[in-house]
């Protein structure tokens, strides 16, 4: 893995936007994988400026997102659908048949519906760089503990913990759903490369236990040792508690000499 440690959310934002940009500079059909949630938001709007001021084009690029709630009314501007268009795909040039979000609609077979999701995957060619956070209990996607390591596009149930996390952005009173449709742990690992953001003092231990605990089912992100091309951008806060930053540290200088093709 190679961790990047920005001195702040901005820095962290602007960088993720940054390699992002660069891989659709190098493959502009990139396809895709984005993540929804507060980490991201800061990199969506960098990349929104980037297409305004800098031209970045989108218009070949194919996203598939992570995960989507599931059984929230269509057009819920908490919807991850929603919340895309507004951050991102309403203000970049890109056809609406270019964007693939899970249809957490309620209906009858999850299985058929989720199948689907993955032949769309394997049909565009696979995801060439995903996108991903982490949450607190070390999850990716909304693969929870104890998801199989080998899963695939799934409906989940949330933990209470993932629950409280989300009420923030629901109305007073409203109760945020309980399960989620995400693409699983096998499924993100096929990526050609991940990029994982994570910001602030409430993902340290999480990310510390994702980079240098046990390959576990209890901290989905752990499954991350497994994949070859990972890369880490944390804020300080984030990466408060990792043991090794003097070695990530001199690792990334010596990826600049010797494999400066492997950053971005
Ligand atoms: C959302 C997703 C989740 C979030 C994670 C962190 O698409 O896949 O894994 O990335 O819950 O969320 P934030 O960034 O809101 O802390």
Known sequence: MLVFIANNYAELSRE??????NAMREKPDLRLG??????????????????REESLDFSRVVTFNLDEYIGLPAGHPQSFRAAMHKSLFDHVNIAESQIHIPDGSPCDNFDEVCAQYEEEIRHAGGIDLQVVG?????????????SSLASRTRPKTLTQQTIEDNRHSFSPGEEPPAAAITTGIGTILEARRILLLASGTAKAKAVALAVEGPLTASVSASALQMHREVTL?????AAANLQHLDYYRKSLEMTRKLTPNRLW
């Open 233 to 237: 951008l944390l804020d300080r806060e």
């Open 34 to 51: 984005l993540a929804t949630g507060d980490t991201q938001q800061g990199m969506y709007r960098e990349l929104v400026r980037m297409h």
């Open 134 to 146: 982490i949450g607190k209990d070390g999850h990716i996607g909304f693969n929870e503990p104890t």
């Open 16 to 21: 993720a936007a940054r390699m992002i940009a």
